[in-house]
């Protein structure tokens, strides 16, 4: 006689896995509701607390956590000793075990979940009936998961649960209980303020899709990811693979329409950096706009949108060379004409809005982590520093440019006019010279626009020289020793300065 023990929360694929166990001459014995659900569909199953002769005690909580449990589990086939022991203390072997943990992290994800009811669902007896298999996969199968019983159940039909398998089960366990003790571990230690982390931080990420090679093609690269959400549970409609550089881009792009997911926004990225943005009336005429802003730059760029593709805007994406498109969904018409461009790759992302927790950085001997920026700036908050003040019209227009230069590479300077980014400056080593790549590619255009700066002016110079291309606003964080310069120099020259008092670098 020998058993397979299933104890799951998760009944999905149970039945089937039941049938071919049975099949394939194992005895059931299975804990509480597990054993109810067997018998209830016909099943000949032995309960855990009747095998034992230790009823469930502390409402459930001890279960498993018994000797007859994890000898049958642990002992070695080939030892004697072990055999001994077995036949002593009249333990059935337990060859294949089935496990899966109570769902903790789904009970944390809701709102108004306790920590009492959050503690409930830490799972200790089915944790260690997980490593006690896995420590002994020369003899013990041990699933984790409804997605890896058709492949057992094949392996099974076919008497092939062979070393390799059991070894390679015993692999995705470990993986399996040390991502459910990561998210334990990180809800005791989540940071109700900005500026706090753990002291100790473990990565638990995923291999979701090796790539071709990574910035340059001479780096090896994979995509890995934390847990089913953003770009990996994008669905990828049409084109090549994705690469690494695309997933950047795609990542900026993703960051800039979040701002605006209740408009029609669209952004063209080149190089993580937008080189058009712009709003509209429809998501065609937004994306035109922006394709608009920087023809040149918008080659070979990738386009993100806060609104799904139609016939319209695919109409426009046709016109020129694109390398990705991110949408929150297409319509039928709109996947037609974008199909002509098979090369195109388009993916749907529903969720544009969820970001990253943290930001990773990478030096040498170590890594620096961040809370990601995604603070919401509060606009009742900011200061009119000028005698001159904004119009609501000029009020919406520097919000815009505030909201963009944030997703511009520090030092960052972002001129706009009538909701359309008009000259960018990213990058650059001083602020006055990314003020000048942004004014000589606005050029006449700069009359009448506003200015954001990601960083404070030390200086009056970018004032002065904004003034000499027509700008008539300018929004930035404010905090440099020398603000009154920038704000007297404003009113000499009949500038309106908007100070947030909040700072968005991206390095």
Known sequence: MVFALLSVADKAGLTALAQALVTAGYDLLASGGTAKQLAEQGFRVTEVAEYTRSPEILGGRVKTLHPKIHGGI??????????????????????????????????????????????????????????????????????????????????????????????????????????????????????ETISELPATLTLDLEAHQVLRYGENPHQAATWYQTRAVGFST??????????????????????????FLDQHCAVIIKHANPCGVALGQTIAQAYTRSYQADTTSAFGGIVGLSKPVDEATAQELSHTFLECVLAPGYTPAALEVLRRKSQLRLLELT??????????????????????????????????????????????ELLFAWRVVQQVKSNAIVLTKNLQTIGIGAGQMNRVGSAQIALTQAGTLAQGAVLASDGFFPFDDTVRLAKTYGVQALIQPGGSKRDADSIAACDELGLIMLITGVRHFLH
């Open 74 to 191: 642990l002992a070695r086939r080939a030892l004697s000793d072990d055999q001994e022991d077995l036949q002593t203390a009249e333990i059935i072997p337990i060859d294949v075990v089935v496990v899966n943990l109570y769902p903790f992290e789904q009970t944390i994800a809701q709102a108004d979940v306790t920590a009492a009811e959050a503690i409930e669902q830490i799972d200790i007896g089915g944790v260690a009936l997980i490593r006690a298999a896995a420590k002994n996969f020369q003899y013990v199968s041990i699933l984790t998961a409804p997605n890896q019983y058709p492949v057992f159940i094949t392996a099974l039909a076919a008497t092939q649960v062979d070393f390799g398998l059991r070894r390679q089960l015993a692999a995705q366990a470990f993986a399996h209980t040390s991502h459910y003790d990561q998210a334990i571990y990180r809800w005791f230690t989540q940071s």
């Open 234 to 259: 994008a669905r990828i409609i049409q084109g090549k693979p994705l690469s690494f550089n695309n997933l950047m881009d795609l990542e900026a792009a993703r960051r800039m329409v979040a701002h």
């Open 351 to 396: 969720d544009l809005g969820t970001a990253p927790e943290l930001d990773f950085k990478a030096i040498s001997g170590g890594v620096l982590v961040q809370k990601t920026d995604t603070l919401s700036d509060d606009p009742t908050a900011w200061q009119v520093v000028t005698q001159k003040k904004p119009t609501a019209e000029e009020y919406q």
